[in-house]
């Protein structure tokens, strides 16, 4: 390479090691070449005939073109991208080459290819790309092309995270940054292994505040106890060398109870009525252009056909009218130039400015001044030399200008037209389906349901408020069955309970048992009473009338410390297992008093049953975390857990089934994970209107 700035010859022909293998597409061919130049790093695209079309470019224009705009779009926008350096076109005979040249993004490595890190490190990446992208999304951007392997990050000597933004080719404007988010964040979310669940939420609540332009949160707090691996409910074939890592207990910015999402789609919603004004407006938008496109394309094809006739029948005239073939004869009208030099002449000093310099064969539409001529230069066969022909088009280019400017107009106020009809065509359609959503929103579960009963005049509609009446029909049957059941389990569950729970102080009370039997009765009683909890559970969550549920406020330090001593009386060989620890910040929550208490209850519970050592529960202001150093819960157990209630009864028992019913019930959010120990660590996260201190 020179040491005169580097020209497009240089950077086309300096050689480097293929990177990016030429790739055939678009009938032509795309590669990245890595060059070392003057002690730094660089990569080379060079493309041949590598073209793509939008309605600025009709005809087409290189990849590279569009990807050196969007390189410096995100350097405007403050987003971190390969530094672009150069970029050319060059076009040739054969076809259009051009080649576009970044820096090199040293010390940056791709997602896909990041090795193992602490749990608050992959937090920070997680923030950080989702904050990239919600100001990318922000401004309209669609990347397009959003795998793993587009995404680069750098840790600082801190541990801070830069994220950067690779392949930009396909990246392109939409009429919203929601509509942007839609493809960018599925795309990633499909492709990515390096987030869990909890960490991809991380990610969607930054990009939602950078999407509306908040400020990005700042890091989260250390949680109150040491730090622990986290359980990754996803199967571990999928991510063999995942570790596992440790998560925050405090609950989310956004609100703690969010519903179940399924894998892969991203948070982002759009709606109905916006899709179809978009595919109305934009359907007329594209007949506008087409139209426009093909005014033109005729416009132009006439003016051009009608001139080359024109120029043809002028020629053929005034090759008739040569009157001496050996010397330089001129013609000049209101319009038309001609000028016959034989072979062998001087080129005249009154050469017409037009013609100057310029040798047969040639045909073009040159400006000089303002004027514009049409000139055509070809050789003659019979007498020889060269005929010179010149038109003055200015008129006529005058014309056009107007032509164009009043085909604007009228395109301005097609497009007006069309959006009315967009908006007006969206507000008849949807509003039945408006009018519908609002019938089913009154509907109100705990009640008689009340059915839709209206006649919508739209077939489709009509078909589906009538399936939805015979499905509330189903379902008040269904519910009033349930009432029903409950009401006789309320009963015949507790009789035979509190018959066992009578028979065992009875024995108790003669005092005849011997030290295996009072060891048997004790099993007993123990069992009884857990029988008793877990009957009390399950009504108490079966009934979802109003009074069923009274809010108070609860003491969580209180309700902990009671529980426990509960079970070290009725287990005495429990005593000095459990390990309670209250902060000061301990909070005063509003909740049904019984369900808090059978949720401690079967928390510790649980957490004994499955450990033959220490049990360590800490009550925070923002949560509860019960951790136990054993073996801890099983695997499949902390899979379900971890996952959605599923419609089968566990195998392995209520306790913990009951606990994440309980969960839902109140609105907390539960989080399990293993700890470094190989225990189980439990996290009950409460929303902030569950306070009542």
Known sequence: MSCAAPDFEDWWSFPGAWVEAPNQRRSGWSGVVRVEAAGRSFYVKRQYRHLCRDLRHPFGWPTASREWRNLRRLRALGIAAPRPVFHAVRRGEDGTEAVLVTEALDGFSPLAELGAMPAAGREAIARALGDCLGRLHRARLQHGCLYAKHVMVRLADDGSPQVALLDLEKMRARLTGRKAADRDLDQLRRHQRFFDDAEWATLIDSHARALRGASPAGPLRPPPAPAAPRYDSRDARDRPNRPETPADPRPPAAAVRLPARREGRPAVRTSLARRLFRTIFAIGLINVAITLIAVEYIYEDMEETILDLELTAERANFERQIADPAKVQSWRTAW????????????????????????????AELEIGERTYLVSIERTAEPPGALYLSQDISLME?????????????????????????????????????????????????????????????????????????????????????????????????????????????LEQRGTLGEADRDTVARIRRATDEMRADVEALLKLARRTDDAERSAPVDLGAAVRAVVAELESSAPEQSGRIDCRCDASAPCIVADPALVRMLLRNLVQNALRHTRQAVRIDVGGSGLRIADEGQGLPEHVRARLAGDVAGEVPEDGLGLFIVRLICERLGWQLRIRRSDTGGTVLDILFPPTANGS
Do not use: N, W
Not at 338 to 358: K, Q, S
């Open 398 to 506: 005058e014309r056009e200008g107007v032509t164009q400017t009043v085909t604007g107009v009228l395109a301005a106020g097609m497009l007006l037209l069309g959006f009315v009809l967009a908006r007006l065509g969206t507000r008849r359609i949807v509003g039945p389906l408006d009018e519908l959503a609002g019938h089913i929103a009154g509907i109100c579960p705990g009640t008689p349901f009340a059915r839709i009963g209206k006649r919508y005049e739209d077939e489709e509609l009509a078909a589906i408020a009538r399936t939805l009446d015979e499905l509330l029909d189903a379902l008040d049957a269904y519910v009033r069955r349930e009432k029903t059941l409950v009401a006789l389990a309320s009963h015949e569950l507790r009789t035979p309970v509190a018959v066992i729970a009578g028979a065992v102080d009875v």
């Open 336 to 363: 038309l130039v001609a000028l016959y030099v034989p072979d062998g002449a001087d080129e005249p000093e009154d050469m017409p400015e037009m013609f100057a310099g310029r040798a047969p064969p040639f045909s």
